[in-house]
């Protein structure tokens, strides 16, 4: 706990709250960063003298947050080191829940909980119930924040705090703690065990805004060099709603087959090819029409636009499933990536593909998928939730801005995307498997080849900045049958009964709250 000018009774509050610890095998390290209010050295021995397990020490010179924890840093005895501000509580249960999950994953290195804040009369609200482990997130906004819990030894070898992030000294932390770890190797614990206290002059101050401007830029640079130590070449920008990555090709970018699915007749799947191909800034591809279509006049009305060099129509053979007509035009394609755009799903910005394409740069990326609006800015499609009925449901459909913290506007992982508007690399294409025979369903096809790209190491990431725009309904003959249905829920039962990018303590669809909800605390609890 670094300590600075702490408001007594606060102060005493999360003391109060770290000695009311069901858990009581812990020390608490205080450090205090040459408070200059009267009182506060007297404050520290009082509290200090109430329990031998409290430490603290005086620094001479006021070095700001990050010296600060440091120098509490260095009175720390313990295994685990858990990050606590002067001002916030702990749940009475914090330190069981996190003793437990560590013996229960002797293989965990970071370990954090769900939060939420409490104001000055004691009233909780904004519970900030998150995800599990979810590395593109955390590059986005520092979801984990509290209660954050790393191993003590990776936390010196890693130079604890690094001064200089002042105001997101934590979100930097989290990312050099987390690199070269394996998922597992995260732990989140889906309880609020952290309170964290809004104030005028706190960054969860309802209307603290500008109180710590500071952080925003001191975020930004801390996911610019992470991504730098990573070797990526994505410039971090700083956007109203969170943090931004866009990535940046320094060589000669891959080339594209952008497999266009219509349903329809051939001028609604003519005039999707023509809205993707005026509406694509990306240098290198070519495009593949795949003819879902019963008709069998798409081949007749495409013939004089396809014979351009680049485009090529793949129609439906008799017998054939949806699945079997994408797998022959995934044969056919010459790309290094396979780009699938869904029937009637125009671009909305020309660097949709750069954006796309750029999120599969990382050798451990898969697939990426984009979002997918109506004529009113209403999402319908895109970023996929797991769910133990239905398969897959859109994750923010409905929402219309930034939904439950922000999730519906930034970039991060996710289980599955839509076939609708996504790119997928083919080596983890074809490492996952491919399309297999069952289901005949494209759409539940590609949930399918996502979770399998899961299961074979490959992240899928879902990025807003790439943005279709839905000019009709997705056609009837694009839903799935019961069969196709039973045949997912039973293949994927667990991966369905819990998606570990929600909150299993969130109803089905809560990001899709309207913002003005989430930031008032309701729906969520």
């Known amino acids: ?28 390290c205080m450090a205090d960063d040459a408070s200059t209010e009267p009182g506060v050295l007297e404050l520290l021995q009082a509290v200090a003298a109430e329990d031998p397990r409290i430490k603290w020490m005086r620094r001479t010179h006021n070095g700001h947050i990050s010296a600060a924890s440091n120098s509490a840093l260095e009175l720390a005895t313990g295994a685990w080191v858990a990050l606590l501000d002067q001002d916030d509580l702990l749940a009475p249960h914090a330190l069981a829940w996190m003793a437990h999950e560590i013996g ?36 986005s906004q520092n979801f984990v924040s ?50 964290w206290r809004a104030h005028a002059g706190s960054t969860a101050g309802i209307e603290a805004g500008g109180a710590k401007a500071y952080a925003e830029d001191a975020g930004r640079r801390a996911v610019q060099d992470h991504l730098d ?52 800034a990306y240098p290198r591809f070519e495009m593949l029409l795949l003819d879902l279509s019963d008709g069998g006049a798409a081949q007749a009305c495409l013939d004089g636009w396809i014979s ?49 394409v750029g999120r599969l740069l990382p050798m451990e990326v ?12 209403v999402v319908v499609d895109g970023a996929l939730l797991l769910d133990p009925m239905r398969v897959a449901l859109p994750a923010f459909a409905g929402s219309s ?43 539940l096809a590609f949930v399918d080849l996502c979770l399998r790209l899961g299961k074979v190491g490959r992240r899928i990431v879902w990025s807003p900045y790439a943005e279709g725009f839905q000019t009709r309904a997705a056609p009837s ?10 045949l997912m829920t039973h293949r994927w039962h667990a991966a369905l009964r819990r998606d570990p990018v929600h909150n299993p303590h969130l109803v089905r669809g809560a990001w899709a709250l309207d913002v003005r909800r989430a930031k008032a605390g309701e729906g969520a609890a």
């Open 229 to 280: 130590r990573l070797g990526r070449s994505d410039l971090v920008l700083a956007t109203p709603d969170g943090l931004r990555c866009v990535p940046r090709f320094f060589a000669e970018p891959p080339f594209v087959s952008i497999i266009v699915t219509g349903w329809r007749d051939a001028a609604a799947l003519q005039a999707t090819a023509r809205a993707v191909v005026q509406g694509t």
């Open 308 to 356: 351009h060099p680049g485009l090529r129509a793949v129609p439906r053979l008799p017998g054939d499933t949806p699945v079997a007509a994408a797998r022959r035009a995934t044969a056919l394609a010459e790309g290094t990536m396979l780009a699938w755009v869904g029937d009637g799903v125009v671009p909305v910005r020309p660097d949709w593909l750069d954006e796309l």
């Open 477 to 486: 003959p694009a839903g799935e049958s019961a069969e196709d249905l039973d």
């Open 104 to 139: 229960a994953h002797p293989e965990a290195r970071v370990v954090y909980s769900d939060e939420d804040k409490v104001d000055a009369h004691g009233r909780h609200f904004a519970p900030h119930l998150k995800a599990d482990w979810n590395p593109e997130l955390l590059r």
């Open 366 to 377: 898969g697939a990426a998928g984009g979002q997918v609006v109506d004529g009113q800015g």
């Open 1 to 28: 706990m670094p300590v600075f000018n702490p408001d007594p009774q606060w102060l005493r509050a999360a003391v109060g709250s770290v000695r009311a610890q069901s858990h009581a095998d812990w020390e608490l």
């Open 146 to 195: 509290h209660l954050g819990v790393y191993e003590t030894a990776r936390l010196r070898a890693q130079g604890g705090f690094r001064v200089g992030f002042e105001g997101a000294q934590d979100h930097d932390l989290v990312l050099r703690m987390s690199e070269g770890l394996s998922d597992g190797q995260v732990r989140h614990v889906a309880r609020v065990l952290y309170h």
């Open 401 to 443: 801005d930034g939904g439950y913290f922000n999730r519906a506007c930034l970039a991060q992982n996710l289980s599955a995307v839509s076939a609708a508007f996504a790119v997928v690399k083919r080596s983890a294409y074809e490492e996952a498997g491919g399309f297999g025979d069952n289901p005949a369903s494209l759409s």
